[in-house]
């Protein structure tokens, strides 16, 4: 299932720890994370972050390791103990407190796993062997779907983009298990190489499963076809950014003209829909496709496509050898990393997967301080007045533009810390007598429910689409609003005992970015109630293009890795965001001093350099290069490098604060610079 979401990072990172670099007891700035024989004005992202990147090597088990990923490294210890907590409990059947120890103590449980092998998934694999005709197809696909399984498309029940305030179904395209469509058709070497291990899993996890060698390589054959075909009729991740493409509102009719191979009066029914008559089709020719495949390939085809979509969404789940298998293809060679991550920290994430407002609840308890949400209030407030004075300065845009941006601004939801009302888990059946593949399709089942629950109502605003837990923040065009969960609201983002001009470069940054995110060129799209409906004066949407077109070329020419460059197109919205974010803050910054004395230096560093050098910090990682090209092809947001050498060169002020001239190296002439926000 995929909503419109804008996050502040990639993925998905649970939890926070206290520290990440951060001495409480001066500026904020850890002057250990600096590598002060770099120069700021030719790479100030090795200035600010040298010093943590030499102290924090890659290990094995990662392909990235960033300040993100080391606050998770220490908040996976504290979510364990939370689940440790609850499980020396004596908890009654039915409370969450049993569900979070059985489900974890499931998944631990390796000598079981192994000796189960692939015998809890043969149930699911024999209903698809036992298809003796495609008019069988339909209420098969349907079982899969409620298991979590995605084959041939995807779908699911939210806003509907043209009438923001009504839940319906989307369709969307899907089907294919590379991670990105152009693994199946670039022809460089590494690509070619992605290929030939995908093929080399499949057979893997065929033979794992009781198949013989010969059927492997009928059913890797399959499994290639039919995914190339999907993912070549596939909007690109460039195309799929844009909302008035993926949106076509059709009747139920239209629908089953345009992929008649599948009962959809029957898929409907048997997912729990009966009164539908209209949809979004998000893309016209990938379910076309469907149809045409489901008419011409050989039913023994279709049959392994099915079987390997099973086996390979269970396969992380499975006996050690699945596991094997799986992180060999996923985390190897895709990415880059030399050793699986231990048992325990895999099955952390399946609980925050699965119950994750459970455990966000036990979390807030915990961990998340009442003054943080109390200071974060008033920093989104001070954010907001910064934005709309940037707004009314702006000398590109019209007056009747810039009302109607003014009332979007306004009319932001604000979502602070944790739901105001957590989430019912009493549906969700978790039973340590069952195996813990019956137990997650248990939660599978459980979560498509909630989500089909939800057609033909009313949107609830007040739902969270991210968990406490997270650290992360998210803009929802849908709702117009913008998240910051509890775990984000800590250092290095957000420190009590650090100065304004840290807060604001961090955190601030983050709430700017998100801000900015309900006008970028996605985002603005969408008016104050989250209608994609074009709010504009035709000159301003003019202009607007013709100053992103500039943020596009930028990030075009940076080269990446050897000689793949950097995608401006697909990470347009995000660098977008980093600059409102950081023109945002510093206004915000600005008008917290008006009429106080210049702030003293601490450390040897003004406020303004303390404000850029924070902002720089969040980013600081080392990147695997097979992990560097996995995020170039899929990732919307920049690598943290650029989020550093590619944002603050167009923002005047840290100019100003690091004496940056023509000639250096990261110098960018004004005319040049981008300039919309």
């Known amino acids: 299932m995929k909503k419109l979401i804008y996050s502040f990072m990639i993925g998905t990172t649970m939890l926070v720890a206290a520290s990440c670099g951060y001495d409480k007891t ?115 696909l349907v079982e899969l779907f ?25 369709l969307n395209q899907g089907g294919y298990n590379m991670g990105d469509r152009d693994y199946y058709f670039d022809t460089d070497e590494k690509t070619q190489n992605i290929r030939e291990k995908y093929v080399e899993f499949i057979e893997k996890i065929f033979v794992l499963s009781g198949y013989s060698a010969e059927q492997a390589k009928e059913a890797s054959a399959a499994v290639i076809k039919i995914e190339t075909r999907l993912a070549k009729v596939a909007s690109t991740r460039v195309e799929l950014r844009d909302p008035v493409a993926n949106y076509h509102k059709i009747a139920v009719e239209d629908l089953e003209k345009r992929s008649p191979a599948i009962q959809w009066k029957l898929f409907f ?82 609980i925050n997967g699965t119950l994750g407002e459970a455990v966000g609840q036990l979390y807030v308890e915990k961990y998340f301080p009442p003054k943080a949400k109390e200071k974060m209030v008033q920093l989104v407030r001070n954010l907001q007045v910064a934005l709309g004075q940037r707004i009314d300065g702006l000398e590109w845009m019209s007056a009747e533009t810039k009302i109607k941006a003014h009332e979007k601004l306004a009319t932001f939801h604000v979502k602070i810390g944790y739901p105001d009302k957590w989430r019912n888990y009493s549906a969700l059946k978790i039973n340590k007598e069952k195996s813990y593949m019956e137990n997650l399709v248990a939660a599978n089942n459980f979560e498509f429910d909630y989500n089909i629950s939800k057609f033909g109502t009313e949107v609830d605003k007040d739902e969270w689409l991210m968990n406490p837990q997270t650290v992360n923040a998210y803009y929802n065009p849908a709702t117009n609003e913008i998240c910051f969960p509890a775990a984000i609201l800590q250092p290095p983002f957000f420190n009590f005992d650090a100065d304004d001009a840290v807060n604001y470069g961090a955190i601030g940054v983050v709430i700017g970015h998100e801000m900015t995110h309900g006008f970028d060129d996605q985002g603005r799209q969408f008016d104050k109630d989250g209608n994609l409906k074009d709010w504009w004066v035709e000159q301003d949407a003019v202009r607007f293009k013709e100053r992103a077109q500039v943020m596009v070329d930028f990030f075009d020419n940076i080269v990446v890795l050897d000689t793949i460059h950097a995608n401006g197109s697909l990470t347009l919205g995000e660098n977008i965001a980093d600059n409102g974010g950081l023109q945002v803050s510093w206004q915000a910054y600005q008008n917290t001093l008006a009429g106080k004395k210049a702030p003293v230096k601490i450390d040897g560093f003004t406020d303004a350099q303390r404000f850029f050098l924070a902002y720089a910090t969040v980013w600081a990682s080392n990147i695997r290069d097979a992990e560097i090209l996995r995020l170039t092809k899929i990732d919307p947001h920049a690598l943290g490098r650029y989020r550093v050498n590619g944002a603050l060169p167009q923002i005047e002020a840290w100019y100003e604060a690091f004496g940056i001239k023509e000639g250096d190296k990261m110098f960018v002439p004004k005319e040049k610079r981008v300039a919309i926000w």
């Open 146 to 170: 409620r298991n979590g399984i995605s084959p041939f498309f995807s779908f699911y029940v939210y806003a509907d983009d043209m009438n923001s305030t009504m839940n319906i179904f989307h």
């Open 269 to 350: 029914q048997n997912i729990g829909i009966n009164n539908i008559s209209e949809l979004n089709l998000a893309q016209l020719k990938p379910i076309e496709e469907v149809s045409k495949i489901i008419e011409n390939e050989e039913l023994a085809t279709i049959k392994y496509y099915l079987l390997a979509d099973v086996i390979n969404n269970a396969a992380a789940y499975l006996s050690d050898e699945f596991s094997a298998a799986n992180f060999e293809f996923y985390g190897k060679t895709l990415s880059g990393k030399e050793q699986q991550r231990d048992r325990w920290k895999r099955a952390v994430d399946v």
């Open 26 to 140: 001066n500026s904020g700035i850890a002057l250990g994370n600096l590598d002060t024989t770099a120069n700021p004005a030719d790479n100030f992202y090795q200035y600010a972050c040298g010093g943590w990147m030499a102290a924090n090597p890659l290990k094995p088990e990662h392909s990235r390791f960033g300040t993100f990923d080391a606050l998770r490294e220490q908040s996976q210890e504290q979510v364990k103990e939370i689940i440790n907590d609850v499980s020396k409990q004596k908890n009654a059947d039915g409370t969450v407190a049993q569900k979070i120890g059985d489900l974890y103590a499931l998944a631990m449980d390796s000598a079981r796993l192994n000796a189960e092998g692939a015998k809890t998934i043969l149930p699911q694999l024999a209903k698809i062997e036992a298809v003796k005709d495609k008019s069988e197809l339909t209420p098969l």
